[in-house]
Nanobody, 124 residues
Framework: QVQLVESGGGLVQSGGSLRLSCAAS????????MGWFRQAPGKVREFVAA????????YYADSVKGRFTISRGNAKNTVSLQMNSLKPEDTAVYYC?????????????????WGQGIQVTVSS
């Protein structure tokens, strides 16, 4: 089992920044690719960003490229999402996800482990 706990969400004005963190516990963190997803009210959950187990390849949704950066610290069992130039359409509940397959995390919503989610609200 892998437990994931998100932190760092909140309310920010349009154009502002937030940094989300996800703390992992349980199995060996470095065995897992990690990702961030989001779900706005009335919409399906969508992919935001993913990072391989090694921290090398990263993947982003087109809507966040150039604004969001995913990173991981295997020594601290954390994955972060730096969100800059936030827009009202970024408002959603953000979820951390983990899977042993990078392709599963980066291309599907079927990751094996999920956090409970954290609210990000961007006001206009």
């Amino acid at each position: 089992q892998v437990q994931l706990v998100e932190s760092g969400g909140g309310l920010v004005q349009s154009g502002g920044s937030l940094r989300l963190s996800c703390a992992a516990s349980g199995r060996t963190f470095s065995d897992y690719a990690m990702g961030w997803f989001r779900q706005a009210p009335g919409k399906v959950r969508e992919f935001v960003a993913a990072i391989s187990w090694s921290g090398g390849p990263t993947y982003y949704a087109d809507s966040v490229k150039g604004r969001f950066t995913i990173s991981r610290g295997n020594a601290k069992n954390t994955v972060s999402l730096q969100m800059n130039s936030l827009k009202p359409e970024d408002t959603a509940v953000y979820y951390c996800a983990a899977d042993q397959s990078t392709s599963v995390v980066a291309t599907t919503t079927r990751s094996h482990y999920w956090g409970q989610g954290i609210q990000v609200t961007v006001s206009s």
